[in-house]
């Protein structure tokens, strides 16, 4: 039997849990033909040698905002180069199939931090659908580098349905006929194979640009009748419901877990919602998320939370950062674009008055601590202060810790750099949440807050935890992040036994180690050179695989990675081991 690639030697991890073996695999026409005990006849194919390795099914991201930088660098190669082979994206109510271009930037750029000058010049030069299957379709034709499967927003809908600005004015309720042209866009994407909707109840997400700024996303304003309605279509389908409850008002996540009931003969509602945390601002409610959707799901409910397996590090430059959205006073001087009008604010007496009292209450709902002798700084023009924490130097200067920060705003504006770690700070929590079954590994939001923070590598990062402190088996960790995720989105993914599509990452265990906590920066072409936050772990992923085609080997990705599509759009419910005969590319696995 003729191989393309032979791959010898390595312990294989097929996705399900099951124990993993010494195995050597043969792929032939972007599929696994052959799992053999014994040597393969490698005639004519290409030898990886696996020994030592580990060859495991490549990696599901459930959660990331790429919608427009796969527009712009299909490749996606930040995440390939750390083994993700399925990037997830149209999350949190955001998506860019129905939106016009200026529209997107307003969704876009405040929210998540994208450059909004990038995010109307993608759109504007790429854009040429008008439906979701042309969306598809049009994603089909540019050189993908992984899989890519998606959520329709219900912010994209809204907007493109009501107009924007109808969209976000609580004064406005959608027609009978807005309501329905929303049904049957939805039921459009159902059929063109996405995922489900995304929404976004929380209204800490404000928009950008002039017309409409400081408004919550249009999905916050949707009626419970508008709810509803989606939502039995995506119930009638079994599809997915992510979304992100009210923080402002905990008790609103009550009906959301009721909603995933199936009762009265009908279907549960597959729901997925961000995000159980061990949260440094409410270390108590990491206990009830795990009794709270196991509650949900013995009531006959199908809800997950997702879930990020490390420290939540965020870093930011001066005060731009979503977290200040959380308060009026920190919302109040993101508000403002204009670096004087800014500063003017931040040097009032009255605005830091509002913003100490705001810090201080500690009792208020809140993603961040608020705690600025938890804040640290890593650059900054004054160097004296470079290693300190804001509250350290307001102990020196004499000052609150809030005027120790608003100062320093002040007078150096975006060039004063900062991080702090927001959750997922104690390992033994951490490991708790990692292993709740009501848990989906996932929410790293690659391709937005790219100055923010980098969690491309999560999976690899989880997978050091479970080999090197035992807390659950490499197997099931690889389960966790593969055959469980594909499962219950239904996509053809996640799995690497015969028959499956060859998406694979060969890993190196012994390099499961320090570097993978390590945070560089590197320049985003595509976004005009900016420099984004990355990880770089290079001896750590071997190799990745994407439909048999070998896209990224020990630092170097293939000599045509981002001209050639490798990767297809996932759409739910295809048959096991579907290749688009597009991706296949035999022999050619020639490294740049």
């Not at 950008?208 to 509803?228: K, Q, V």
């Not at 055959?483 to 890993?507: H, K, N, Q, T």
Request: proline share 5%; glycine share 10%.
């Amino acid at each position: 039997m003729a191989y393309d690639i032979v791959i010898t030697n390595g312990r294989w991890f097929d996705g399900t849990g099951g124990p993993s073996a010494i195995r050597h695999l043969g792929l032939r026409d972007g599929r696994v033909a052959t799992v053999s005990v014994t040597e393969l006849d490698a005639d004519g194919a290409q030898v990886v040698d696996a020994a030592g390795a580990w060859v495991m099914p490549g990696f599901i991201d459930i959660h990331t905002h790429y919608d427009v930088e796969v527009l712009a660098a299909p490749g996606l190669g930040e995440s390939v180069r750390h083994g993700v082979t399925t990037a997830i994206f149209g999350s949190c109510s955001l998506s860019t199939v129905h939106v016009d271009p200026l529209d997107a930037a307003d969704l876009f750029s405040r929210v998540e931090a994208i450059p909004r000058e990038h995010v109307i010049g993608v759109l504007k030069q790429r854009k040429s659908w008008s439906t979701a299957e042309e969306y598809v379709d049009a994603l089909e034709r540019l050189p993908l580098g992984p899989n890519v499967a998606m959520f329709l927003g219900q912010s994209d809908l809204r907007s493109a349905v009501m107009g924007l600005g109808r969209a976000t004015d609580k004064r406005v309720k959608p027609s009978e006929a807005e309501l329905r042209q929303m049904e049957l866009l939805l039921a459009d994407a159902l059929r063109a194979g996405m995922l489900g909707l995304s929404e976004m109840l929380n209204p800490w997400d404000k928009l950008d640009g002039e017309r409409y700024r400081s408004r919550t996303l249009p999905s916050t304003f949707a009626t419970r009748t508008e709810r509803r309605r989606l939502h039995r279509l995506i119930r009638s389908a079994g599809r997915v419901v992510q979304s992100i409850p009210n923080l402002t008002v905990p008790i609103a996540l009550f009906p959301a877990l009721w909603e995933s009931v199936g009762r009265r003969g009908r279907k549960p509602l597959k729901t997925s919602y961000l995000t159980a945390a061990d949260v440094k601002a409410n270390p108590l409610l990491m206990h009830i998320m795990g009794p709270l959707a196991r509650m949900a799901n013995l009531l006959g409910g199908n809800f997950r939370w997702q879930h990020l397996p490390v420290p939540f590090q965020v870093f930011a430059d001066g005060i731009d950062l979503v977290i200040f959205e959380e308060f009026g006073a920190g919302a109040a001087a993101l508000h403002l674009k204009d670096q004087v009008e800014r500063n003017a604010l931040l040097q009032d007496e009255a605005y830091r008055r509002r913003f100490r009292r705001d810090y201080e209450r500690k009792w208020s709902p809140r993603i961040w601590h608020r705690d600025f002798y938890d804040a640290h700084i890593v650059a900054c023009p004054d160097s004296s202060v470079v290693g300190k924490t804001f509250g350290q130097v307001g102990d020196e200067r004499g000052l609150h810790p809030v005027d120790a920060f608003l100062d320093m705003v002040v007078a150096h504006g975006p060039a004063v750099r900062w991080h702090t770690t927001i959750s997922g700070h104690r390992p033994k929590a951490l490991n708790k949440l990692s292993s709740l079954p009501e848990v989906q590994m996932g929410f790293s939001d690659a391709g937005a807050h790219l100055r923010n923070m980098a969690f491309y590598n999560f999976p690899l990062r989880l997978l050091r935890r479970a080999h090197r402190e035992g807390f659950m088996t490499v197997e099931r960790a690889v389960h966790r992040l593969t055959g469980e995720l594909a499962a219950w989105y239904g996509i053809d993914a996640g799995f690497l036994g015969e028959g499956d599509r060859a998406d694979l990452v060969i890993i190196d265990p012994d390099r499961l180690d320090s570097s993978l906590d390590q945070i560089e920066e590197a320049p985003v072409e595509a976004f005009g050179g900016m420099r984004r936050m990355v990880n770089r772990n290079d001896a750590t992923v071997l190799a990745t695989f994407v439909a048999g085609n070998l896209v990224y080997r020990a630092g170097r990705f293939g000599a045509d990675f981002g001209r050639r599509r490798t990767g297809r759009f996932l759409r739910v419910g295809e048959a096991r081991g579907t290749v688009d005969p597009g991706t296949i590319g035999g022999r050619e696995t020639t490294l740049a």
